[in-house]
Structure formats: C-alpha cells, structure tokens
C-alpha cells in the first residue's frame, strides 16, 4: 500500500534520524532558500529536537531519471561521489524525482520504458551504498498541460497518470528486490483540490489550490514547497505535521494550518508506527552545509531557483547542477470537506490510466 510503512523504520538504539539526500530536478531546488530540502530540515529542527540529520540536494532543471543514472554512473560527477564513493555522509534514503510529465506517458513512450528501468538500476546503486529509494510523487499541474493536451487534459487527469506511473516504478523496482516506498506529494495536491471541489468552488482560481503553484502553472510556490515538505516530514518522521510552527514568511498561519491538518489526515497510517524519537540522547542538530548552488532567479516568484524546460515530447533541457543542504528556524485548522477528501484519497486512488489516442 502507498501510505503504510512510509515512516522511517529505526531501532530503539538509534540517536539519530535519517540522512536523506534529494536527487531531483526544479521540482525539488525551486523556492531556494526555501526549496524541499531546506524546508524538511528545518520541520525536522523543530519537530524532532533529538535528532542529528543531514540532508543535501542534488538537482538539475529538467533532469529525469536516466540523466541521474547518467550522473550516476560517471566517476567523478557529484552524484557518483555521493553515492558510489564516499562523499562523508553515509545515507539513509535517497529520494528520487522524475520529470514532471514523463512517469503519465503511455507505457510504451520510450522515454517512460527509459525512465521505468532508470528507477530499478538508480535503487541498486542506492542499495548498494546501504541507503533504501523513496520516490518523490509529484503533482498534476494546475491547468492540466497545454503541451500535451490530450494525455493531461486537467489537473485531476493528470495526477492519476502520474500516480500510476510512479507505483509502476515502485512495482518495478520492488520485482527486482529492492526496498522502495512513494512519498505521495501529489495526492496532497489532490485531496487540496478536491476540497475546493466539494465546497462548490472552482479550485484554480484563488484558491489555496491555486496557490500551491508559482505563476506558471506547474512549479511549486512558496506555499507549494511548504505542502511537499509537510508530506515528508510526515512521511519519514512517522509523526503528525499538526502544530509545526516553522515556514516561509510567504506562507500565511490560515493556509499552514489547513496544509498540516490536511497531511496528518492523508497520511494517517503512518502517524504513530514507530518510535522515532530515541530516548538515549538528550539534543541532537540538523547539518547544514552549504555546498554551494548554480540557480538563476526566477522572475515570476521572485525566488532562488532554477527553471525547468519541460517540452512535450523531447528530453528537457538541462539547467545548471546544483547541490546544496540547508536549514532554517523561525492551532490545527480545516474545514470538513478538507478532512473528508484526504481520508479518501489515502484509502482510494483514482484510476483514469487510459489515454486517449
């Protein structure tokens, strides 16, 4: 099942949490400082005291999954070093993320079958250096995609097809006998619109939906990557995201609220499976180091990040490399189509896998 056994398995012994590196693409870096990866930390800062963590990031704009098993692959390259030699950090869990269209491809559009049998050879080689693949389901966009308008037609078609490709990536990768769980982002995007949908309201238009997404309809806000961070933490904590007080100043008390009640009831089995908090530490830090980044400034946000050129049919441009780490510091509230919703997408998906033709 999607949402059991997400939360990190650790033994009553263990004084730390999971160091987790991030292998994504804009998906994953945008909203820098803010982006995923710093947004985890920083909930983790907060809401688990005890723990001593590292997490790092490497990304690239566009990259799929074989251009990271590329990388993978290549002595000398970043994520070569971190995972095949040792780069200092021993990891826990590497979380992978494809490009945001590739993984609702028909199952015979060669860069899905490419992307399908980057994931198996990705989790060996994470395997390998002792860490455990957690894949990062990402969202519909907002609109659906205008570049590919008869496979996404809308956001809640899209989101399905992407669904079910990510769990064909965990059954591929589980057949080959390596441990993999998916962090169900994208569904918390679902169970926000669909909200929207049992209230009555359009959910595009100014909606707390509709400000998960930066101007262009695809790329998370501020508020977006805030929601993402809140599923991982939930995800590999195995504790409920409810009364974090942590995130971005662009994300308003009202809308972090509803996100985290929205979280804790989505993933309501993984809540409370593990004991995750040793006893036999008293503090514990989360690392930040600074590895330094290559982004550009995006003029829609007005933030840190590196765009994604995600064209239809052909591989996406690759932006510049970046790798970096980081952490910051600085009353649960919801309506009941809120809680309804996500209780129903954590027990069912919908299925819309057929494409038109």
């Known amino acids: 099942m999607l949402l059991t056994a ?61 251009m990271h098993l ?61 860490a455990e693949t957690r894949l990062f389901m990402t969202w519909g966009r907002k609109d659906g995609d205008s570049g590919n308008p008869d496979y996404y037609p809308d956001f809640l078609t899209m989101q399905a097809l992407l669904t079910d490709g990510y769990e064909s990536y965990a059954a591929a990768i589980r057949a080959a006998g390596h441990t993999v769980e998916i962090v169900p982002v994208g569904l918390a995007f679902q169970a926000v619109y669909e909200s929207h949908v049992t209230a009555g309201v359009d959910p595009v238009d100014g909606t707390l939906f509709a400000r998960l997404y930066s101007s262009d309809g695809s790329h998370p806000s501020p508020t977006g990557t805030y929601l993402s961070a809140l599923v991982f933490y939930t995800a590999f904590t195995g504790q409920s995201p409810v009364g974090l007080t942590w995130a971005p100043d662009r994300v308003t008390p009202e809308d972090r609220s509803q996100l985290q009640l929205i979280v804790e009831t989505l993933m309501a089995d993984s809540i409370g499976t593990e004991d995750p908090e040793p006893d036999d530490e008293d503090s514990g830090t ?6 330094g980044s290559d982004t550009v400034t995006d003029a829609d946000e007005n933030t840190n990040s590196t765009g994604e050129d995600e064209s239809a049919e052909a591989s996406p441009d690759e932006k510049g490399e ?36």
Request: net charge negative; proline share 4%.
């Open 286 to 291: 989360v690392e930040d180091t600074d590895e």
């Open 322 to 357: 970046d790798k970096s780490t980081g952490c910051s510091h600085s009353a649960a509230f919801g309506s009941a189509g809120i809680l309804m919703f996500a209780v129903a997408i954590s027990v069912m998906y919908r299925r819309e896998t057929s494409l038109p033709h």
């Open 6 to 66: 997400l939360s990190v398995a650790l033994s009553s012994a263990q004084a730390v949490g999971p160091n987790v590196l991030f292998v994504g693409n804009s998906y994953t870096q945008f909203n820098d400082p803010a982006a995923l990866n710093q947004s985890y930390a920083a909930m983790v800062a907060e809401g688990m005291p005890s723990w001593e963590v590292e997490t790092q990031r490497y990304s690239r704009g566009g990259q799929t999954l074989p």
């Open 70 to 130: 590329e990388q993978a692959t290549t002595e000398g390259t970043q994520l070569f070093n971190a995972l095949v030699t040792d780069g200092g950090v021993a990891w826990d869990l590497v979380v992978l993320q494809d490009q945001s269209q590739i993984p609702g491809f028909p199952r015979d559009h060669d860069q899905y079958t490419a992307s399908l049998d980057a994931s198996v050879a990705l989790a060996e080689i994470i395997e390998t250096a002792g």
